[in-house]
């Protein structure tokens, strides 16, 4: 079975930090690009940040550049996302993909990923 779980989410104050992690399952992610993507209480789903499969590159958008940390431990079949300077905005339920591919990670391309996990809640309130 092909399985990803994401952990990590709960409940911090803005300015805070969590770090997410995506394990995967019946799989290995060392020729797969993930990507973490999240959606907000009546918003639709959107990325966030992905990483590739063949030489680890990292993309962000713009909302939670500088702030968010895409990284891959292919030992540990797992990849993470450093979470820093939350803030209310970036609520929501956050979810890794995954996508077979030997080129490009991209957030922008949902459709691509093949896999998906049940999602984390991250809620940052005062």
């Known amino acids: 079975q092909v399985q990803l779980v994401e952990s990590g989410g709960g409940l911090v104050q803005p300015g805070g930090s969590l770090r997410l992690s995506c394990a995967a399952s019946?799989?290995?992610?060392?020729?797969?690009?993930i990507g973490w993507f999240r959606q907000a209480p009546g918003k639709e789903r959107e990325g966030v940040s992905c990483?590739?499969?063949?030489?680890?590159?990292?993309y962000t958008v713009d909302s939670v550049k500088g702030r968010f940390i895409t990284s891959r431990d292919n030992a540990k079949n797992t990849v993470y996302l450093q979470m820093n300077s939350l803030k209310p905005e970036d609520t929501g339920v956050y979810y890794c993909?995954?996508?077979?591919?030997?080129?490009?990670?991209?957030?922008?391309?949902?459709?691509?990923?093949?896999?998906w996990g049940q999602g984390t809640q991250v809620t940052v309130s005062s």
């Open positions: 993909a995954a996508w077979r591919t030997s080129y490009y990670c991209s957030p922008y391309v949902s459709w691509s990923y093949e896999y």
């Open positions: 019946g799989f290995t992610l060392d020729y797969y690009a």
């Open positions: 990483i590739s499969s063949t030489d680890g590159s990292t």
